[in-house]
């Protein structure tokens, strides 16, 4: 037997100890957000256009990645126009539509939509957009589709069968001739 005695550990101790572990649980938490370890959730997705979901109120735009916008058009082969932000829309929607998807993000753009990187099973969604020639990789934010791009471009897939204007290059096109795009949740 031991001769010294413990004395009750007061409430006030108690309650401080568990102020500071519910502190450092939401610093893990914002931790594991910041740096894409928490995934999305799931749910019912929404397809945007070719490079943007959405899921409940949550907008989720592919990393790394740039795909037509959903009014842009293009060039075929043969030197046709035809709605190529439609067309990618439609391939990112085949993609969405043949499983569960997950998506993680390690962060948020500047208009607070989540930055991810989202997959079907072992499939990437966003090297899937650009292999199949419906987005080309945003090099000025990742360089992880870049030989999928060329790929892409060697194969004449997608886009890439005739002629288009980087979706970067339309978009400040269109915002200096209209302002605001304004395209989010338009009709087929």
């Known amino acids: 037997m031991s001769r010294y005695r413990r004395s ?13 572990f519910l502190a450092a649980l939401t610093l893990v938490l914002a ?14 997705l929404h397809v945007v256009d070719g490079d943007s979901l959405r899921r409940g109120d949550l907008d989720i735009r592919l990393h790394g990645i740039d795909a037509p916008e959903y009014r842009q ?26 499983g569960e998807v997950s ?19 072992s499939l990437e969604i966003n090297g899937e957009m650009v292999r199949l020639g419906w987005a080309i990789a945003y090099a000025r934010h990742s360089l992880s ?15 890439w069968a005739g002629s288009f204007e980087p979706p970067a290059d339309y978009r400040a096109r269109l915002h200096l001739v209209q302002g605001n795009l304004g395209e989010a949740d338009l009709p087929d």
């Open 8 to 20: 009750p550990r007061p409430f006030y101790r108690s309650a401080i100890d568990g102020l500071v």
């Open 31 to 44: 931790a594991m957000k910041q740096f894409g370890w928490i995934d999305l959730g799931g749910g019912a």
């Open 73 to 98: 058009t293009c060039r075929d082969k043969h030197g046709a126009e035809y709605t190529c932000g439609k067309h990618a829309r439609n391939a990112l929607r085949s993609l969405v539509g043949a």
């Open 103 to 121: 998506c993680s993000s390690p962060e948020t753009d500047r208009y607070g939509r989540a930055v991810a990187v989202c997959r079907i099973g």
């Open 145 to 159: 589709y870049v030989r999928l791009e060329a790929e892409a471009r060697l194969a004449k897939r997608g886009i």
